[in-house]
């Protein structure tokens, strides 16, 4: 799960963060801390390793805290305002890296935004409008109703 101001427990650094699910489930520390590394290179933030998350950007928060919803391999991402808090190109940054990212480990992501240009990464999207699904549209549908609210899956 990601959530909107990218969630770490703020004593620990970023990789300790990511490392922290596998750690818990009982894997050997080099294996959890290898697997740490080796996201948060993929996602641009291995310069962060060390970092407290007051050290870290927005941005560098939410792509840690992706990191460390990614390090289990789930099979499905909840992702709740990721980039809420972010200034438009740490938006569209972390967005194209969660959508990449989850592919390649061959999670589903579903995103939950406001924003259209986060919502527009996605391969479908559920508009919800006062609590009821408004419609169901193909990414490359332009038609998409104008209503706030939009649920990305």
């Known amino acids: 799960m990601v959530f909107q101001y990218g969630t770490l427990v703020p004593e620990l650094t970023g990789e300790e963060n990511v490392a922290m699910p596998p750690l818990l489930s009982g894997r050997p520390r080099r294996d959890a801390i290898a ?3 080796a996201l948060l290179a993929q996602l641009g933030v291995d310069h962060v390793a060390m970092s407290t998350a007051a050290q870290m950007s927005g941005g560098e928060r939410q792509r840690v805290a ?3 919803a990614l390090v ?3 099979r499905a991402v909840l992702a709740d305002e990721p980039t809420g808090a972010l200034d438009s190109v740490a938006s ?3 967005a194209t ?3 990449a990212a ?3 480990a061959g999670a589903a992501v579903v995103l939950v935004t406001h924003d259209a240009r986060v919502a527009a990464h996605a391969d479908r999207e559920v508009h919800l ?3 009821r699904v408004d419609g169901v549209v193909a990414a490359d549908a332009v038609d998409a109703p104008t209503h706030d609210g939009v649920v990305t899956a």
Do not use: F, I, S, Y
């Open 66 to 68: 992706l990191a460390r």
């Open 102 to 104: 989850a592919r390649d």
């Open 35 to 37: 697997q740490a590394r």
């Open 72 to 74: 289990t391999r789930p």
């Open 92 to 94: 569209d940054l972390v």
């Open 129 to 131: 409008w006062d609590g």
């Open 97 to 99: 890296e969660l959508v």
